[in-house]
Each structure stands twice: as structure tokens, then as C-alpha cells.
């Protein structure tokens, strides 16, 4: 059978809002792999504000991750660790199956109402599997773009057979979440799934961790290594070699007299480090907390040459500082900086045209009245981005629609049964009238 006849553009009628269910307590069991508490990445923020407003709007939740550096609980949610394994490509992801009986065992006992994997890994097939078992609904949220790493950490060859396990996967979720409009094409061009069962995942921004009064001189003098006067770019994120930071060596050729500040860690670190070995750079490793919010904030510009972000939690965060943001224009980035407020809350660049990043970054470094004003028109704009209207439009919209195609679902598996009950077994009235 073609693809395009098993995942053929629904026509169904859209799932009702089922006010009855959105209304009731829930019980929630989210299976997150790596773990949003010890793995710094850019959905560790998405899923902690997650669990904490699912708890605040009343919802028992349940979180399965890996074993390392987890919490007992989070906001009265209970925490379970997996046993978990470095990932072949990235030594420092862990993986985890989730399917021991210990675990099997705790979510059971947990009788979730809904169980929602992050997607794609290893966890995600536990999961799958559990919620099978179970027969609970079923939501799977994609976070890591793993066709567009592919090439650049193993053979290229690998990314059809990737995009196979996606389809597979998704195909046996009741619903899908993306982070963007970007991956939301992208996996209809891929031919994933069908539309209807995709729902993008509004973006979200702790818009008081990050503030504009968290600039500080002395994290400026930190990060500028003595030399606060100077202008100064920011980049925060994990560093991996699909970020493509190498980008920024050559941005920082035909910047003279500016700085960078590398914030955050990863396997391409050292590789960076020796690459910017001499140059106006500071790697300062990880940071959390009001140090964090402190070097966001005593930036001048933020550059982000990434063009395989799902969304680009960093470029949120930096917004919402109040550094305006020079990134390219690719995956999920154009989702927080659209067309018609470019130039206004912060600048994209065609990916890999170096005189357009550079020239947008010296219009912003030369005019420090043009760069505080949009810093402050894109904060104004991250204050509309709120975790819990997102965490709130999941539960209530989101979570409805995958019970209500999973109920769909399995009606549909049951009609052949009853058809066939009633050609082979004899209705209870006929029995009662041959009787007499």
C-alpha cells in the first residue's frame, strides 16, 4: 500500500471539545528522555514548567526518565528513574527503554489517563509499549530533529531509515505535538502522519527568570574577561556540531575589537575552544539560575547560527532579556521571529550568507539606541508567551483530542467483532421467540 493512501488527509469531522473530560482531574504519565532535571537542552525548561502547571491545575502526574541526577519528585509529581546507556552518536544523551517490570509495575499501579512520550529515543518505544499494555491514550511531542543531525554524525544514508522509525512511531501515537510550524511541514512532507493529528505546541518563556534587570557589570566584566566596554555577542546552548557554531569563527574574523561569550556545554566544546584558541572568546561553561538570567541580560547582541532548532528555546530566553537576537532563518527560529516583526523585535540572516549575519550585527553593535529599542519591543512581545496558557491548551484541547481519536480508534477495531457477533450468534429476542 502507498504511504500517501495509509496516512491519506482525513476528512473526518475535528474532535468535539469534550468539556467533561477537560474539567475532571487527570492522571498524567509523562515518559521524557533525556531527563528535563540533569540534561541541560532546550526542552528542560518546556517540561519542567509543563509538570508544574499540570500539578497546579490539579492533575496527578507520574515522570519516567533516566536514572541520573533525578529528583524524588517535582512539584509533588513522582519521579521514576530508568536505568539508562550513553547514546552511540552523542556519548553524553542517555537512553533508556523504560520497560522493566519495576516500571511496568509503577505505571500500572499509577492508572494513567493519558501517557505522553517525548519523541524521538529509546524511551519513547517503552512507552509506546506500556501504553499498549495499558490501553491508555497516547501522545508522543517531538523535540529533536534527528534526520538533520544525522549527516553530520554518521552516514547519510541513515536518514531515510531515521525518518521509517518517526513514521512508525507517530503512526501509533493518538496524537502528535511539534514544537514548530517548521517541523509541522516537515513531517508532512516526509508523509509522517496526516495533518489532523498533528497540533503545534505553543511556545512558551519564564518571563520573569528572564528580565531585562538582570544585567549586571560584574557578569559583563565575567564574560568580557576584563574588557566590559567592548561590544559584546552572546551565545548560550548546547554545543554540538549540527549548531553549527563554527559559523561564528568567521563572524568573529570580520568583527575587530568585539567580543563573544560562549555560555553552556556539550562534545563540540573543546573542538570550539581550539578553534577560538587567541580570539576575543570566554567559554564559561554551565550556568543556571540568576547567574544565567544574569549573562543573558548583560549582552549586547545574541547570534544564533543553528539551522536545525525544532524551535529555539535560547533565542525566547535571550528575547525575553532583552537582547535582540541576529539568527538564521531556518527551522522553528522563524516561529519566534515571523516576517512581518523582522527588524523589529530582532534580525534573521539567509543561512550560511556571512555578509548578511555580520551586517546585521554591526547595525546593532553601532547604534545603541536602535538596539535597546528593539531589545525592548522583543521583550514586550516574549511577555505574551506564556507557559501556562500552553501547559493549559495541551491538557484541555490536546489531551481531549488524542482520547477522543483513541476512543475513535478502538470503536473501529470493535465494529468487525460486533458485525461478525451478530452474522454468528443469535440475538437474545430470537432466542426468546423460538422458544415458544
Known amino acids: ?38 540534561y541541560i537542552s532546550g526542552y528542560k525548561n518546556r517540561f519542567q514548567n509543563f509538570i ?25 509529581a513522582k519521579v521514576i528513574g530508568s536505568w539508562s546507556f550513553p547514546c552511540p552518536m552523542y556519548g553524553k544523551v542517555p537512553l533508556s527503554l523504560a520497560l522493566s517490570p519495576r516500571i511496568i509495575s509503577e505505571v500500572a499501579k499509577f492508572k494513567p489517563d493519558i501517557i505522553h512520550a517525548s519523541s524521538p529515543g529509546i524511551m519513547v518505544f517503552g512507552a509506546l509499549a506500556i501504553a499498549k499494555l495499558l490501553g491508555v491514550p497516547l501522545v508522543m511531542s517531538y523535540h529533536t530533529h534527528v534526520p538533520v ?40 512532507t516526509a508523509q509522517v502522519i496526516s495533518a489532523n493529528r498533528i497540533r503545534l505546541w505553543n511556545k512558551g518563556v519564564d518571563s520573569a527568570s528572564f528580565h531585562p534587570k538582570f544585567r549586571s557589570h560584574e557578569m559583563r566584566v565575567r564574560l568580557s574577561d576584563g574588557e566590559p566596554e567592548k561590544p559584546l555577542i552572546i551565545h548560550v546552548g548546547r554545543f554540538g556540531r549540527e549548531k553549527n557554531l563554527d559559523f561564528l569563527k568567521t563572524v568573529m574574523d570580520r ?36 547567574d544565567l538570567s544574569q549573562a543573558y541580560a548583560s549582552g549586547d547582541v545574541f547570534v544564533m547560527p543553528s539551522e536545525s532548532e525544532t524551535l529555539g528555546q535560547v533565542v525566547l530566553e535571550s528575547m525575553s532579556s532583552g537582547v535582540a537576537v541576529v539568527a538564521a532563518r531556518a527551522g522553528g527560529i522563524p516561529d519566534i521571529i515571523p516576517e512581518d516583526q523582522e527588524g523589529k523585535t530582532s534580525f534573521l540572516f539567509t543561512p550560511g550568507d556571512l555578509e548578511d549575519c ?39 484541547e490536546f489531551y481531549n483530542a488524542a482520547i477522543w481519536y483513541w476512543r475513535k480508534k478502538r470503536a473501529e477495531l470493535i465494529k468487525p467483532l460486533q458485525w461478525l457477533a451478530q452474522m454468528f450468534l443469535p440475538a437474545p429476542e430470537a432466542n426468546r421467540i423460538t422458544q415458544y
Open 1 to 38: 500500500m502507498a504511504i500517501g493512501a495509509e496516512i491519506k488527509d482525513d476528512l473526518e469531522e475535528a474532535p468535539p471539545l469534550l468539556l467533561d473530560e477537560a474539567a475532571r482531574t487527570r492522571r498524567v504519565a509523562l515518559f521524557v528522555e533525556p531527563s528535563p532535571f540533569a
Open 52 to 76: 508544574k502547571h499540570l500539578r497546579e491545575m490539579g492533575d496527578e502526574v507520574i515522570v519516567v526518565t533516566n536514572h541520573e541526577g533525578v529528583p524524588q519528585e517535582f512539584h509533588g
Open 149 to 188: 543531525y544525522i549527516p553530520r554524525y554518521t552516514f547519510s544514508w541513515l536518514v531515510e531509515p531515521m525518518w521509517q522509525v518517526i513514521r512508525f512511531l507517530h503512526r501509533a501515537a493518538d496524537l502528535t505535538l511539534v514544537p514548530s510550524v517548521a517541523i509541522s511541514k516537515d513531517f508532512e
Open 255 to 290: 568583527l575587530p575589537g568585539v567580543r563573544i561569550a560562549f555560555i553552556g556545554d556539550g562534545p563540540y566544546r573543546s573542538e570550539l575552544e581550539k578553534m577560538f584558541e587567541g580570539m576575543p572568546a570566554v567559554f564559561t561553561g554551565m550556568m543556571q539560575g540568576e
Open 358 to 396: 555580520v551586517g546585521k550585527i554591526q547595525l546593532l553593535l553601532t547604534n545603541k539606541e536602535f538596539r535597546d529599542n528593539m531589545g525592548m519591543t522583543a521583550r514586550a512581545e516574549m511577555e505574551k508567551c506564556d507557559w501556562r496558557a500552553a501547559s493549559k491548551k495541551i491538557r484541555n
